[in-house]
């Protein structure tokens, strides 16, 4: 048996998850979370096979409950998926410790084949994410991969709206500490104001400027 936790902060979405696996005899789904610190926790208690994870949770993101699980259970693989295609969300959480990544605009079928790569320590991506990251590679611009995991979710959070005081609360951070890390981030992307951050931000995917919630 595959044991499988489930972190989503949606509970209708998670339980759709766990009907569609529940019906594959080689998949046992033992436990779930709504959030990074949750699935900290859920980690150690049921010591799973794969982790399928969305990126985007309330307070801190997939990311950060990526690289916790993995710190508190390395043996321990994992599949992304989630709503963001651009090649900065999947670098990212490749550099974070995925194992795989798919969209959600993936078939069921591909979800279940890909957890039985993932489990038997293969990787995994949905087409679309593998033709993003080839034209990624031929256009030769990819600015956001010298950001840490971090610094490209400080950056993300600072796209939709959050200030630094918000994004130091959902990190568990000192205010301090992510204007330190604003600071770094403007460094490394060459710009020199909040308004040049949140242009690269949109030119590369983190947030789309037609959402009103980012307007």
């Given at each position: 048996?595959?044991?499988?936790v489930?972190?989503?902060?949606h509970?209708?979405?998670?339980?759709g998850?766990?009907r569609?696996?529940s019906?594959?005899?080689?998949?046992?789904?033992?436990?779930?979370?709504a959030?990074?610190?949750?699935?900290?926790?859920?980690?150690?208690?049921?010591?799973?096979d794969?982790?399928?994870?969305?990126?985007?949770?309330?307070?801190?993101?997939?990311?950060e409950?990526?690289?916790g699980?993995?710190?508190?259970?390395?043996?321990l693989?994992?599949?992304?998926?989630?709503?963001?295609?651009g090649?900065?969300h999947?670098?990212?959480a490749?550099?974070?410790?995925?194992?795989?990544?798919?969209?959600?605009?993936?078939?069921p079928d591909d979800?279940i084949?890909?957890?039985?790569?993932i489990a038997?320590?293969?990787?995994?991506?949905?087409p679309d994410?593998?033709?993003?990251?080839?034209?990624?590679?031929?256009?030769?611009?990819?600015?956001?991969?010298?950001?840490?995991?971090?610094?490209?979710?400080?950056l993300?959070m600072?796209?939709?709206?959050?200030?630094?005081?918000?994004?130091?609360?959902?990190?568990?951070?000192?205010?301090k500490?992510?204007?330190?890390?604003?600071?770094?981030?403007?460094q490394?992307?060459?710009?020199?104001?909040?308004?040049?951050?949140?242009?690269?931000?949109?030119?590369?995917g983190?947030?789309?400027?037609?959402?009103?919630?980012s307007?």
């Amino acid at each position: 048996m595959i044991r499988i936790v489930l972190i989503d902060d949606h509970a209708v979405v998670r339980t759709g998850y766990r009907r569609l696996l529940s019906a594959e005899g080689d998949f046992d789904v033992v436990g779930e979370a709504a959030s990074a610190d949750e699935a900290n926790a859920l980690i150690l208690r049921c010591l799973p096979d794969v982790a399928l994870v969305d990126l985007s949770l309330k307070g801190s993101s997939g990311l950060e409950a990526i690289r916790g699980m993995l710190a508190r259970h390395p043996r321990l693989r994992v599949l992304v998926l989630s709503m963001h295609e651009g090649a900065g969300h999947v670098r990212q959480a490749l550099k974070s410790g995925a194992h795989g990544y798919l969209t959600k605009y993936c078939e069921p079928d591909d979800v279940i084949d890909a957890l039985r790569r993932i489990a038997a320590g293969r990787r995994a991506f949905s087409p679309d994410v593998a033709d993003v990251l080839a034209d990624e590679a031929l256009d030769g611009e990819a600015p956001l991969q010298h950001l840490t995991p971090r610094e490209f979710e400080v950056l993300r959070m600072l796209a939709h709206g959050d200030t630094a005081a918000d994004i130091a609360g959902a990190m568990h951070l000192s205010t301090k500490t992510i204007l330190n890390y604003l600071s770094l981030i403007r460094q490394k992307l060459d710009a020199d104001s909040d308004f040049k951050l949140l242009h690269l931000a949109a030119r590369h995917g983190l947030v789309d400027m037609r959402d009103p919630v980012s307007a």
